[in-house]
């Protein structure tokens, strides 16, 4: 990892290139550097910090952020004394480790590199288009990212809410949204994406410090197009936060408070005062977009982000040039997660060749021994997790409390435990006292525990030496208006982790064999795309298609948004993998039955029609699921009912026909039509899009056709944007509808009638259309079937349900099984690609590799105490135990890589001879006991 470097040229071509770098010097060395802050401490020059927007004071000696790598500090040659004025250099001598050297020179190199992935992030909108909103002028008007530096541990309240002004902490506050987004004023047409449900995540933190704090957010649409996101919303809603649809021309002083001016859809002029107003600026591109596209090539669109095209979402217009994130156009985490893995798989591909050279392996020092006779000493750290924790409970009291317990030989508290200078702390410390079980007492085992595990190996510990203690999840966050009791049962969970930790054994790690071989679930775009990307890293696929032919719903669309033939991609696409050696298509296929586990999957796959149907086993290491999904037809708006009322995607057939009238002199087109609350509970993303595609097709065919759009909220995100516009600009006009007050769509007279309530007019209108056309949702196809075969979780709306949405959003939760496409959940095509060579590259990863870790946090029999009764072999849900001879008797034993440590066996083994590595009777009932202590500690208070 290079940091302070500058991309300065490229040359050569894919496989072959040349970079220059120019690497600024840092004038510390991060190797020496030890993070200890006495530098930043005596340095007497305070400067503006960007990453703060002047929220707070920094020194020119700095790390940018409590989490930042590398957790070493650097000197801002632009506000350093000695740099700018050679004077000073009070931090040399200060420097207990010699880290600092003013010596350091820029340094050019030359990087032999085959591939080039571009991910800068997104720059900041410029403050002048603020200054309607009297941002600059008055201290409580303040932008989401201070904002959400105002809510953190080391901001400059600490956490704590207040105005800038005068300290109090506000009672009335506003989020003004799309500012510097959806604004041709700036030239910023686009939407930004992530602004609304970000405003509705820090309007629910901001709850959770003051329930009583009044919180509007003012928008023109609502969205929160992703995966349950809407949810955030209804959630947001019902604790009180309001949401009115509005355009705030400006924002004034108005005493010590601050006066909104705003108009309605209804055309009122309103105007509401509030103690601070928070403005949801847009992402924009990064500021040196046009140097980064002049050094490598790639073209940008006409707001100065990478142009790329929707069947190849992350290939720049330079081959062998890759973009990820939101250089490629505004998202949010979880998509730009996704990007990064796909990115990754087609730079994969390009180094295919070079695979294996040049790598250098991981060592960690040898493992200390740790025996049940050693002496048990155990280190708990607790941490306040900026102030996720410690806004409630009180870390110090806790971390003291664990110091008094048995066995516990040093505690502590931390920032951030997660932090890589946390990390060296761990290290230090387990050395210094020679800790031989660590407890980590902060937020979530599911996100943080291999962190934390990888860090004991570092220090040559056994990973499995250590608990974590949830008094985020458990504590802090469901007990945010009790600090008292959550600081208690903070105490509980510690003493329970320790006393768990005092019968914490090593347990041994184990690798099993991969067979070199993918197995893809599904044949439309997302299982074709996922096909051709493992292939292309040189390992074989069996892809299963359940129809007689590959193509899924690619072959039900025409056109995209921005005018792509699909019919010509999907022949392309279609004729590379048939044409691919190492992708075998099987159609009319389904899959009957799996077992095994990561690197060792057996299938048996049914293929064929009527008496003609025959099963094949196949070996394979990996699964891709990419089911597809189907449109929803509601039983609504006579639809099925009325040959003039049809889906958008049956209209989207007829516009791409030859018939004369096609394209309708009047059309009535209805949003969420079944969806939001209706039959669907969940925004599908792609209607508006598809909704925006046809009526810009119908004003290219007929442009006197009228059409009226009936919408809740129009979520034309990113730059469909622009078609939003465009529509507005060719006369379509659009209505709001509220869910309680839906359309209705009816026959009188043999005409075909729509009445709705207009909210501009203020009243109800009929009208008789020549065609209605439905925006409906999108369905999940077969999970429920497959989600029971394979064993993996979906969610209420019965999409597959990824291992973490925002750090494993390919991953499922039953190991080397990956997902992508519509089985995740509704998404345009150009994502669904993206996510299919996301969930290839994870496939890749054990394929590469050649083998897989198997967690030790799995069952083990005791064929001592074992009776032979196959109970465990019967409730097993994923086969991982078998009956084995054992001398003259038959004996239960685990498939270690099968085991997902469910810990069912164990629960109903009669004889007890099930014991779970890291949840053994005796570390149970141990906790259960340390549980119990808390009545004596009380009795002895009383």
């Known amino acids: 990892m290079l940091t302070n470097a500058d991309f300065l040229a490229l040359d050569g071509e894919p496989g072959k290139f040349q970079a220059k770098i120019n690497m600024r010097p840092r004038y510390i060395d991060a190797d020496a550097c030890t993070a200890c802050g ?19 004071q920094t020194r020119p000696i700095h790390i940018d952020y409590a989490q930042a790598v590398p957790a070493t500090y650097y000197i801002d040659p632009a506000s350093c004394l000695h740099l700018q004025h050679d004077t000073c250099q009070i931090c040399v001598p200060v420097c207990q480790s010699h880290a600092i050297n003013f010596k350091q020179q820029p340094e050019e190199r030359i990087l032999q590199v085959g591939a080039v992935i571009l991910s800068p992030g997104f720059g900041k909108i410029d403050s002048s288009v603020l200054e309607k909103f009297s941002y600059g002028k008055h201290p409580d008007v303040v932008t989401a990212f201070e904002y959400e530096r105002m809510t953190t541990a080391s901001g400059p309240f600490m956490g704590e809410i207040k105005c800038f002004s005068d300290g109090r902490h506000p009672k009335s506050m506003a989020f003004i949204q799309c500012v510097g987004s959806r604004d041709i004023g700036c030239n910023n047409g686009y939407c930004s994406s992530v602004c ?245 007492a902060a937020c979530s085992p599911r996100t943080h525990e291999p962190l934390f595990q990888e860090t004991l190996k570092d220090a040559g510990l056994n990973r499995n030496l250590f608990e974590m203690v949830n008094i985020r999840d458990h504590c802090s966050w469901v007990h945010a208006n009790e600090p008292e009791a959550a600081t208690a049962k903070s105490r509980d969970l510690v003493r329970m982790g320790v006393a768990k930790a005092r019968q914490i054994q090593p347990l041994a790690e184990q690798t099993v064999p991969v067979t070199p071989r993918a197995l893809i679930v599904g044949g439309g775009v997302a299982g074709m795309t996922a096909a051709l990307t493992v292939a292309d890293q040189g390992f074989p696929v069996v892809l299963l298609e359940k129809g007689s032919q590959i193509g899924g719903n690619l072959q039900n669309l025409n056109y995209t948004l921005a005018g792509d033939q699909v019919a010509k991609h999907l022949k392309g696409l279609v004729d590379r993998v048939k044409k691919a050696k190492d992708i075998a298509v099987v159609t009319n296929a389904e899959l009957i039955q799996t077992a095994g586990f990561v690197g060792n999957f057996s299938s048996v796959i049914e293929s064929g029609t009527g008496k003609k149907k025959t099963e094949q086993t196949v070996d394979h290491g990996v699964i891709v699921v990419a089911t597809g999904g189907h449109e929803h037809r509601p039983d609504k708006y006579m639809l099925g009912k009325s040959k003039k009322v049809m889906t958008q995607q049956d209209f989207e057939k007829q516009l791409s026909g030859k018939a004369t009238n096609r394209a309708p002199g009047s059309i009535v087109m209805i949003q969420c039509a079944g969806s939001r ?57 659009f209505i709001p509808y509220e869910v309680d007050n839906k ?90 690609i993206v996510q299919a060579q996301a969930a290839a590259a994870k496939a890749a990863i054990p394929l590469v590799r050649g083998f897989a870790k198997v967690d030790p946090i799995i069952s083990n029999v005791v064929q001592d105490l074992c009776i032979g009764c196959g109970l465990c072999v019967s409730l097993c849900p994923y086969g991982a135990l078998e009956m084995k001879k054992v001398g003259k008797k038959r004996k239960a034993e685990t498939i270690a890589a099968a085991c997902k440590a469910c810990g069912i066996c164990a629960a109903h083994c009669p004889t007890f001879a099930i014991n779970m590595g890291g949840f053994t009777n005796e570390q149970l009932i141990s906790q259960i006991e340390a549980f119990g202590d808390r009545k004596k500690e009380v009795e002895e208070v009383a």
């Open 196 to 440: 609304c449900m970000y405003a509705i995540k820090e309007a629910l933190v901001t709850k959770e410090h003051d329930p009583d704090v009044d919180i509007t957010i003012y928008y023109m649409d609502i969205r929160t197009q992703g995966k349950d996101f809407d949810a955030a919303r209804e959630r947001a809603e019902s604790i009180g936060i309001k949401f009115v649809r509005a355009r705030v021309a400006g924002v004034t002083p108005w005493d010590k408070n601050l006066k909104l001016t705003y108009s309605t859809l209804d055309g009122q002029h309103k105007f509401e005062s509030h103690d601070m107003v928070i403005l949801s600026v847009g992402l924009e591109s990064p500021k040196d977009a046009a140097g980064i596209s002049k050094i490598t090539g790639a073209e940008l669109n006409k707001y100065d982000f990478c142009a790329t095209e929707t069947f190849n979402p992350l290939q720049t217009s330079r081959e062998g040039v890759i973009v990820a994130g939101a250089f490629q156009g505004p998202k949010d985490i979880p998509e730009s997660v996704t990007q990064s893995s796909g990115a990754a798989a087609l730079a994969a591909a390009v180094l295919k060749s070079q695979r294996g050279k040049g790598v250098v392996k991981k060592t960690y020092p040898d493992e200390q021994s740790v025996t049940a006779e050693d002496e048990v000493r155990i280190g708990v750290f607790v941490c306040h997790c900026g102030i996720n924790i410690s806004s409630v409970v009180d870390v110090a009291d806790v971390a003291e409390y664990a110091g008094g317990m048995e066995n516990v030989t040093y505690h502590t508290e931390s920032l951030y435990s997660c932090s890589q200078d946390a990390q060296e702390v761990l290290k230090q410390k387990i050395k210094e006292h020679k800790l031989n079980r660590v407890v980590i």
């Open 743 to 832: 359309p209705e769509v009816f026959e009188k007279s043999r005409k075909l009638q729509v009445k709705f309530f207009d909210t501009i007019m203020q009243e109800e209108v009929i009208l008789a259309p020549d065609l209605v056309a439905l925006s409906v949702g999108i369905v999940p196809e077969g999970t429920d079937k497959l989600s029971k075969l394979l064993k993996l979780p979906v969610t209420a709306n019965d999409f597959f349900l990824e291992a973490h949405v925002k750090l494993k959003p390919i991953e499922m939760a039953v190991e080397g099984v990956y997902i992508c496409g519509l089985a995740h959940g509704p998404k345009p095509i150009d994502e669904t």
């Open 38 to 56: 006495l530098c930043t401490q005596y340095c007497p020059r305070h400067q503006s910090d960007e990453y703060n927007e002047g929220l707070a």
């Open 677 to 733: 609350g209706d039959d669907l509970n969940y925004c599908s993303k792609v209607c508006c899009n598809h909704a925006l595609k046809n009526i810009l097709k119908v004003k290219e065919i007929n442009p006197d056709s009228q059409i009226i759009v009936l919408y809740r909220d129009m979520r034309a995100y990113g730059m469909a944007e622009d078609s939003y516009l465009e529509a507005r600009q060719k006369g379509v006009v």
